[in-house]
């Protein structure tokens, strides 16, 4: 029964810090797309980083679109990307937004796993089913949500303008 516990606190955590680092990382999207950091400017600001898709000139200017095999008609890039699948499932690395969306994503998957797990630790009767286990889970998520938009107000001012 004490392991039960454990594993169940335990698992708790595991849901509560996911949701805590994917507020963090939606907290840093935001500043990103508000283009309000003071480092690091063409790759953390979206208003600088378009350059980081798109294949430019040497003057500066975006290249006209190109046809590429790679899409199989599918789709069509506006411009010209700068390496293969820039502006689709590769966009992660072009600018701090995106980046910080696709690691907010993971934490999503890592935090309802984790919250499925604690579903399979606890014993299973029909009222548990119903409300407590999401209860649980949901909880655990909102109150790392809490703990990053406390970490924030506290810490984060100082990176940005």
């Known amino acids: 029964m004490i392991e039960i516990i454990l594993t169940v606190w335990q698992q708790l955590l595991y849901v509560?810090?996911?949701g805590f680092?994917?507020?963090f990382f939606n907290e840093l999207e935001d500043e990103s797309i508000k283009s309000n950091w003071k480092f690091w400017q063409q790759w953390m600001n979206t208003k600088y980083s378009s350059t980081n898709k798109w294949a430019t000139t040497e003057a500066g200017y975006v290249m006209p679109k190109v046809k590429h095999w790679w899409?199989?008609?599918?789709y069509q890039p506006i411009h010209k990307e700068r390496y293969i699948w820039s502006s689709t499932i590769l966009?992660?690395?072009t600018d701090g937004e995106h980046f910080f969306q696709f690691i907010k994503n993971i934490f999503i998957l890592i935090g309802v796993y984790f919250a499925g797990c604690l579903t399979l630790t606890l014993p299973i009767t029909e009222?548990?089913?119903l409300w407590l286990y999401p209860f649980y889970g949901l909880t655990t998520f909102l109150s790392g949500k809490l703990l990053s938009s406390i970490i924030k107000?506290?810490?984060l001012k100082k990176w940005i303008a």
């Open 91 to 93: 966009v992660f690395p």
């Open 71 to 74: 899409y199989f008609g599918l």
């Open 21 to 23: 680092l994917y507020y």
């Open 127 to 129: 009222e548990s089913i």
């Open 153 to 155: 107000e506290l810490f």
């Open 16 to 18: 509560a810090l996911a």
